[in-house]
C-alpha cells in the first residue's frame, strides 16, 4: 500500500482564518480523496482530487469553503477557510490502491476557537 | 446517493466469545464492501473487504459475508482478544467507477477481558 502523510498533524486556529492541509503520498495516483470525520462520529467524503482538473465536490460542500489544489499526482492540499467552531474535525486523505481498495493519511485534526 | 447503515451502534463481548456487526446498503450498483478498523487517535485502517462476485470471505479470525439479494453484509470476529477493542466501520462503493466510500456510523467494540 502507498505512504501518505499529512501536514500539520493537529493545529488549533482561530475562528475566521483557514488552515491548508497537506497530503503527500510516495507514488503516483489518479485520484485522491478529502474526509471529514467530526468528533466521534463517521467519516463523509468532502471530495475527489483530480490532477489537472478541478476537484468534485460532495453535497454540502463548496469550492469556497474547501478549496482544494492538485498540482500533480503525488500531492493534494485541501484548505478550509472561514474557520468555525463547527468546523473542528479530523480532516483525512486517501487514495486508491490496487484494485479497489482505499488508504488513509494519518489526519489532521483541526479544532477552531 | 448511497446510504450505509450499520448496527448495533456498540457492542460489548466477553474475550473468547464472537462479534459480529451487519451492514445494509440501498445503491444497487455498489460492488465493493471495505471494513476498517480505527484506533483511539489513529486512523482507519482496512482489515478485510469484498466485493459483489464473492458472497463470503476469510482471513484468520476476521470474516466478512455480503449478501447481493437483500443488500446487507456482515463482519464477523471469532475468538475475540482486548486489542480487538476498537471503532469498525462498514463502507460500500462502486469501486469500478469512483472508489467513493461511503460508510457506516460505526460500531464501537468492547472486548472484556
Known sequence: SAVISQKPSRDICQRGTSLTIQCQVDSQVTMMFWYRQQPGQSLTLIATANQGSEATYESGFVIDKFPISRPNLTFSTLTVSNLSPEDSSIYLCSVPGDPYEQYFGPGTRLTVT | ?113
Request: proline share 4%.
Open chain 2, 1 to 113: 446517493g448511497e446510504n450505509v447503515e450499520q448496527h448495533p451502534s456498540t457492542l460489548s463481548v466477553q474475550e473468547g466469545d464472537s462479534a459480529v456487526i451487519k451492514c445494509t446498503y440501498s445503491d444497487s450498483a455498489s460492488n465493493y464492501f471495505p471494513w476498517y478498523k480505527q484506533e483511539l487517535g489513529k486512523r482507519p485502517q482496512l482489515i478485510i473487504d469484498i466485493r459483489s462476485n464473492v458472497g463470503e470471505k476469510k482471513d484468520q479470525r476476521i470474516a466478512v459475508t455480503l449478501n447481493k439479494t437483500a443488500k446487507h453484509f456482515s463482519l464477523h470476529i471469532t475468538e475475540t482478544q482486548p486489542e480487538d477493542s476498537a471503532v469498525y466501520f462498514c463502507a460500500a462503493s462502486r469501486a469500478f467507477n469512483d472508489y467513493k466510500l461511503s460508510f457506516g456510523a460505526g460500531t464501537t467494540v468492547t472486548v472484556r477481558a
